[in-house]
Structure formats: C-alpha cells, structure tokens
C-alpha cells in the first residue's frame, strides 16, 4: 500500500500516519516485549500446569489495565494534543482511533504468548495472515475506492487490530480458563513496571525527533523521515519479532541445562547472519525501490532508510544480549539503560538535525542504539554470560560493510546483464502484460511503471541478486557445514597425497 499512501495522501497526510501510527508501534513494540518476556518467565517458574495458565491470563488483566490508565487522560484531552502536534484539533478522531488500537494490541500481545509457549505457530500464523488481508482489503476500499484518505487508513488498522486480536485473546481464554492471582500479579507488576517508565522515556525520544522536525523544518519533513522509516522496520516485523517470538521462550526453557551459554550465543550468531542479509540487501536496492514506489519528495529518504537499517538491526541485536537481565530478573537496570539513552538521544537529535537536518535524527538514533548495545551487553554478562562467537560475528559485519560500499558505489548501468534486462526482458514482459488483465488495470498503470522506469527496477534486480550473495559466508557460519567442509577438503587432500 505504500505507493498508494505516497501518492494519495502525500507529504503531510504521510507525516499524521508517522505522528501517530508509527509512534504507538513502537511504544507496542517496547511494551509488548516486557509483557511477553513477564509471561514467559514466570510461566517457566511455576510447577503447578494450573498455575502455569493463571499466569498468562493475569498477565493479560495486568497489561489491559495498565494501558487504559495510559490512554485515558490522552484521550480527554486529545483535542488539544492534536491541535499541537497534528496542527488540526479535528484530527483528534485519527488520535483516539490509534489509542483504541493501542489498548488491543497490548491486549493481544499478552494473550499471544500462550501461542508461542505452546508452540502454535500455525494458528498464530493464520491468524496474523487474516489481519493482513482485511487490513490490505479495507485499506483498498476505504482509501483507493471510497477516497476517504486518513479516515480509511485509521478505520482499517482499528477494524484488523480488533478482529485479530480479539481472535487470539478468545483461544486463550479458551484453554487458560479466566482466572486472576494477585500474588502472581504482584510477581509480573514487580517485573513489568520498571520497564514501563524506561520504555515511555524511548517513546518520548522517538517521537521527540518527528516533532523537532516538525518545528524546525516542516510537517512535510516529517514525511519523509517516515518514508525513509517504513522500510527498515520490516526487519522487525519479518526477522526480529518472528525470530524473539519463538526464541524467547526456548532460551528461558534451556538457561539452567549444561551448555546453554553456548548454544544461546550460536543463536544470535545465525539471527546477527539472517538480519544483516535483509538489512544488506534492503540497504543496497533502497534508493531506486524509492523512485519505482514513491513521488520525487521522497526519494532523499533513502540516506534515512540506510541508516535506520542498522538502527534496527542493532536494536534486535540488543533484545538478544541483554537476556541477563531478563533472566535475573533485572529489569530495572533494563529501564535506566532506556531512561538514560532516551534522555541523551533527545539532546542528541536536537543538536544533529539542526547540523545536518532530517538525517541527523536518523543518525542519532543509531548511534544511542549501539550505546545501548554496548552498555546492555556489558551488565547482562554479569547476570548470565554468553559465550559470543566474535570472530564470526566480525566475519558478518565486514563482509556485510564490504560488499554495502561495493555495491552502493558501483552504477551497472553499461553491463552486458543491465542491457539484456533492461534493453530486452522487461520490454517483453510489458507488451506481454499489456494484453492481460494485469496490463488494462486502471488504464495499464502497470505497463507504465515498468516501461517509464525500467532503469531502476533493472538495477534493483541486479544488486539485490548480488548483495544476496552474502549468503555464501554460510558454510563458515554455520559450525556443522563448516566441519564437513573441513573433512571433505581432508579427503580431498588425501587423495593427491
């Protein structure tokens, strides 16, 4: 939908979506995290089966109630708040209607850790698919078809947070029964709320940037900041967040057996490996996907998108190496090191935009994250070491950095291969798209995209084939195919021997 938000609701309707949506999905994101590792944890310290399910659904009352506390007084005042932020009191609607989600989400983010305790990936699967498709329908309806702009977009991320949502909370009412203990509440209260200040104060910082953007530059500014954000975060939502989903209650389960210091680290090494080839990849073709997808405003987000891309890898790396912390149940240490970083990083943001301009809120945020990083990993290893494969992981980032500026600076423009493509298959492809329904679709948009811009599309083709090959690092990565190397090369050698 990203071409269509671009197009139909331009700069300053994008900036309300990135206001609003995208700064509740982070708090979702930073919350969420605490309620599913709250849940995971005391989960794995009760013996009782009965126990067990009465802590997920405690956690579930515990995390509804604490976010109705937070919406409430937004939403009593939220005529002013958007007249401030939003310069419309009027949009206040598009304000309540995020919160409303909001309170759903955090609803179905608690219930959904019996999902993955139980290990029910393919009903939490199907039922994520089915919010994408009434999502991905409604905004077609509502915005494409109805014309109704921001109203359909906030209508129909509330309508598919409700249906989803309310889906996953039924199956674990269902088979967790409706039972509330106050002593394990007091046990998840003691655990979730050190989290929330330092996770509100991460909020705030983020949002601080949109919002020095707003008034030191423009609400159309803050646009394209948002564009150049709406790409990285797909590494949170198709690498980070499947991969914590299932991994975070696994290395729960295997924390006090022999070895778990070690297998724990050659986890992160394969997730650092999997986010670093998404990130490479996305990094590299970024800047023509933006002039294929996106009006001319936004093509200079892609400096923002490449840097945020590794904001992002950073930040999945930090939920990996501070499971000390969570382990030893530290989470207040967990929330100065958010309430400190957020602090610098508002500071921070102030000082680089007003140098550097929309960029300088995208450096400042990686540039707290890998303080973070680094700060979070030093007081985790006191509470549970892990054993890191730092020449493996060295091995990923300068390979990973290597072929970025290889290929970032290379145009393959007067290749044979950019030719053939360019020149031959994609002029084909159009005459034959013309005839199919694909190619009379709104008067054959399609056919015109891909004859009016064959050039980026042709090298967005060939660098992302090439960055891809990153993968062939595996056999090093990967300690059993790099010991049957090891024995095949010995055999090898024994035969000229």
Known sequence: MLPFYAHILRGNGYAVIGMLDAGLALLISLLAYGVNGANVRFYHDQKDPHKKKTV???????????????????VLFSRPIAGYLLDNPDFNRFLIMALLSLIFEMAGQGASSWLLIRSQSV???????????????????LIVVKGMGLDGYFIS??????????????????????????????QISSFLLPLIPGNLASFVSQQAERYLIKFQIDLASVGILEMGYKFPVLIVQFVTTPFMQSWNTRRFEMADQPG??????????????????????????????????????????????QVEIISMILSGVYYHITFGLFYAKH???????????????????????????????????????????????????RRFRIFMEWEKILLICVTALGVFFLLSNWAPSNTAIFRII????????????????????????????LSERSAPITEVLIKGVLASLFVLIIPIIHNSTKQKLKRRLRVFGKLFN
Request: hydrophobic share 55%; charged share 10%.
């Open 56 to 74: 997920i659904t405690t956690g579930v009352y515990l995390i509804i109630g604490v976010t109705t506390i937070m919406v409430l007084p937004v």
């Open 123 to 141: 009903k939490f699967a199907a039922i994520n698919l089915l919010r994408l498709v009434i999502g991905l329908s409604l905004n077609i309806w």
């Open 157 to 186: 991320a509330l309508i598919a947070s409700v249906i989803s949502n309310s889906i996953i909370l039924y199956f674990t009412f269902r088979d967790c029964g409706n039972h509330f203990d106050r002593h394990i509440a007091k």
């Open 260 to 305: 778990a210091s070690r297998h724990i680290g050659e986890m992160f090494t394969y997730y650092l490996f999997l986010v670093t080839l998404i990130g490479l990849v996305m990094a590299v073709v970024i800047k023509q996907i933006l002039i294929i997808l996106t009006p001319p405003e936004f093509h200079p987000a892609y400096r923002i998108a």
């Open 331 to 381: 989470t207040r240490t967990l929330a100065m090191i958010r309430g400190w970083s957020s602090a610098v990083k508002v500071v921070l943001s102030f000082l680089f935009i007003s140098s550097f301009g929309i960029a300088g809120a995208a450096w400042s945020s990686a540039i707290i994250a890998a303080a973070s990083v680094v700060i979070g990993f030093h007081l985790a290893q």
């Open 422 to 449: 360019d020149g031959q298959w994609l002029p084909t492809l159009t005459e034959r798209l013309a005839s199919s329904p694909l190619g009379t679709w709104k008067d054959g948009k399609l056919s015109i995209i």
